[in-house]
């Protein structure tokens, strides 16, 4: 399509992230600047916006974490892409119980889209809540970075090992629009990044998050001046596919990459191995990676559930269970999405994690 051309830049060819990166956070067309992506009018959902309970687990895993550290009097939360603000919101209303941890914590929102930090605003109705799109700002106490399916919305590299050499992925439009993919020969900074990661060693298809680990070293500077850690909630895997988890959604169902550009989300699965070696090679410790599974029966989820449920109406405790479900079944959610937590400070033993 013609109107395809305008994520290219004048360009006939684009590697990868670079592609990507125009079609979903071009300032005037991308997908996270045009439209609304989250829950029924949109292409996919989330696990705030499919029960209040993920969102609650979460912040009494941030509550839990100060208390370990000591109740200090300046606490920083950071979440790191807020969706349109329904965790957020949640989690202020968990820690107004919590009076002492209320007044301790700043929370900070991390995001670089224009639009969706307006419909955040809208969503969140209170005036302590401070929009960031750098961590400059936070400059006092412990600092817990978090982010729900944050990582794999960012763009990532591509390449394949040949015999002889390292090949990156590209992608070309003809004269006639029509896109396809080929393959040039990788930067020698590239090669030399990529085989420095004992986790790639043995794939002849690699997905590389260059631009995520760019985005993450940021954090972990301010995380080794501050203290602190990072927890990051993805679908993705811990062993190795060697193929393209390249995915789009187009109105919550699955899309044709290279359709509905623009309109349509484009996420990857996650390599949960490559991101606990990036962790421990920046110094950061690494818990093991968990399932959204483990980590939300570990919290309390199902008791919480049961607690509510015994003020519900029977059509309201079905629809309870039912989110439940969805959050925690192996089929579902529970084994896709992992959870992983990397941390410089003097604690070993989190909630959710052994």
Known sequence: MKSDLKFFKNSKTLPVDKFLNNVLYDKKYGYYNSKIPFGKRGDFTTSPKISGLYSEMIAIWMISTWEKLGKPKNFNIVELGPGDGTLAKVLLNVFKKFPSFYNAKKLFLFEKSKFLTKLQRENIDNTEVKWIKNFNNIKKGPVIFFGNEFFDAI??????????????????????????????????????????????????????????????????????ILKGCILLVDYGYLKENNQSTLQSVF??????????????????????????????????????TVTQREFLNRMGIKLRAEILSKKMKFRDQSDLYSRLHRLIDPGQMGHLFKIILAYNLNINKYPGFK
């Open 155 to 224: 763009s990532i590299k591509q390449f394949k090992r040949s015999k002889k050499s390292l090949l990156e992925k590209y992608y070309k439009i003809t004269d006639d629009y029509e896109i396809f993919e080929i393959f040039k020969k990788a930067s020698v900074y590239d090669k030399k990044m990529i085989n420095s990661f004992k986790t790639l060693k043995n794939l002849y298809f690699i997905e590389f998050p260059k631009n995520g680990f760019d985005e993450l070293k940021k954090i972990i500077k301010k995380i080794s």
């Open 251 to 288: 109105k919550h169902k699955k899309n044709f990459l290279l359709k509905n550009l623009g309109k349509s989300d484009i996420t990857y699965h996650v390599n949960f191995s490559l991101l606990s070696e990036f962790f421990s090679k920046n110094k950061l410790k690494v818990k093991k």
